[in-house]
T-cell receptor
């Protein structure tokens, strides 16, 4: 257990539905990162926060994706109008060493 | 896009043998890190080596870094069945903002 938690651990949804994931980082870490990992691949960077400020967003983060980190604590990642191609493991990490949470596995039917 | 490439893509060895995995990357780095991932689980941070370091040890792990060749290796000595997992290298740039992963090596330890 790295101290980073994610909720839910699994999410199955129908195409077109919206989903929201939550990440709770290690409390004293001010950097928080989101990654996406598809089967057989390494994780790919999506976005990161320094406290509450979102400082960089990958081109992978289409306009259907939005991430927030109110008050610089937990973070949420929302996907609107899900597509089957969004099926992946969504990973959250905190600090420069990137202590990763267990991930949320999304399946879009 | 993936920054690095791990080599080999898959490796099977007998328990007790040493396992060596290699990673190559393309651009200048600040740090290089190795992670382990068990099937369907999150990533576990193993070791970080800075660009001005050449070798680092942690228990049964030994990591080397050759910035002139843009490559790193991870050696696991006296392998155990519990070492069965995928291993990824990851690099970040000068501002340590974005960690870029390789494609991973799938290691299987045969009891």
């Amino acid at each position: 257990d790295t101290g980073v938690s994610q909720d839910p651990r699994h999410k199955i949804t129908k195409r077109g539905q919206n989903v929201t994931f939550r990440c709770d980082p290690i409390s004293e870490h001010n950097r928080l990162y989101w990654y996406r990992q598809t089967l057989g691949q390494g994780p790919e960077f999506l976005t990161y926060f320094q406290n509450e400020a979102q400082l960089e967003k990958s081109r992978l983060l289409s306009d259907r994706f939005s991430a927030e980190r109110p008050k610089g604590s937990f973070s949420t990642l929302e996907i609107q109008r899900t597509e089957q191609g969004d099926s992946a493991m969504y990973l959250c990490a905190s600090s420069l060493e990137r202590f990763f949470g267990p991930g949320t596995r999304l399946t879009v039917l | 896009s993936q920054q690095g490439e791990e080599d080999p893509q898959a490796l099977s060895i007998q328990e007790g043998e040493n396992a060596t995995m290699n990673c190559s990357y393309k651009t200048s780095i600040n740090n290089l890190q190795w992670y382990r991932q068990n099937s369907g689980r999150g990533l576990v941070h193993l070791i970080l080596i800075r660009s001005n370091e050449r070798e680092k040890h942690s228990g049964r792990l030994r990591v080397t870094l050759d910035t002139s060749k843009k490559s790193s290796s991870l050696l696991i000595t006296a392998s155990r069945a519990a070492d069965t997992a995928s291993y990824f290298c990851a690099t970040d740039g000068p501002r340590c903002e974005k960690l870029t992963f390789g494609t991973g090596t799938r290691l299987t330890i045969i009891p």
